[in-house]
DNA sequence: CCTCATTCCTGCGGGC
DNA sequence: TGCCCGCAGGAATGAG
């Protein structure tokens, strides 16, 4: 599942191998890619035909190309998307969704999406920061993002510390897996309370999530293939790296105490039950 | 404004 | 063997 590290390896790619060329023909083969360009496909493809590619930028999982017409092509890989660079003629995915090719003939982009969580659209909202993606908080790799304004709005929500890592409009990037291990890390459970967490507490969880998608961005680098822009998350850092999402039953790399599993917004938690002890104060449920 | 449940989608694997 | 169902999960949306 692409989260922050994963989107950055794609984005290097389209840095490398997108920017400074003119698109050409675009053609859109599944609708649901583009269910947030409104105007539709062909508007789509109208629109992209003969601009150039400025440059490759991404904001938490938000991928965006800035265009020369002060438009923007905005991305999001959802739980399952692609963005591959493929030779012209190369056959064709099986969930190939949308098809970019470029004037000067060389290889072509494809969006390829599984589930089709993911999508693009055209943005006229800006090209510095398309408003699509206004609404989104700075991730923790942005130079600009302030620790201390993070910590503040932390300890002001009335939720779980798990629930809070996931919203996108406190702090973006961490998905369900860089979540648990940034909480393993901190030695902290998902569900304590936020307002209750002291402002040290939360710097210093602050900076497990900074460390821990500092690392994949490094491993994802490692396994970034020269042709495909690649979305490569289960290779890697995946297999050797991560110490409790998907390691139910299997010992605590810190302590030896199995891994458990606990369910999460219809999804699952992972986490050390020693390391990570549920809270005494946690509010009675059912 | 804030919090939270629901919904979208398809391949895979377990159970029967 | 084959069918059914649960699961994986990011984010938009609307309810309260």
Redesign the pocket.
Known sequence: ?P?LPEVETVRQGLARWVTGRQIGAVEVRHP?AIRRHLPGAAHFADVLAGRTVRDARRR???LWLPLDSGDALVG?L???GQLLVQPVGAPDE??LRIRFRFTDDGPELRFVD????GGVAVSTGGAELPREIA?IARDPMDPEFSDAGFVAALR?????VK?AL?D?TLI?GV???YADEALWRAGLHGVRPTDALTAPAAQRLLGHVRDVLGEAITAGGTSFDALYVNVNGESGYFERALNV?GREGEPCRRCGTPIRREAF????SYSCPRCQPRPRTAAPRG
Do not use: P, V
Request: charged share 30%.
């Open positions: 599942m989260e649901r938490g999982k938000y999001h959802g739980m399952s099986l969930h599984q589930r089709t969580f609404h002001r929500r009335r939720t779980e629930r996931l996108q973006s998905g369900n897996i999402y917004m219809n999804r699952s």
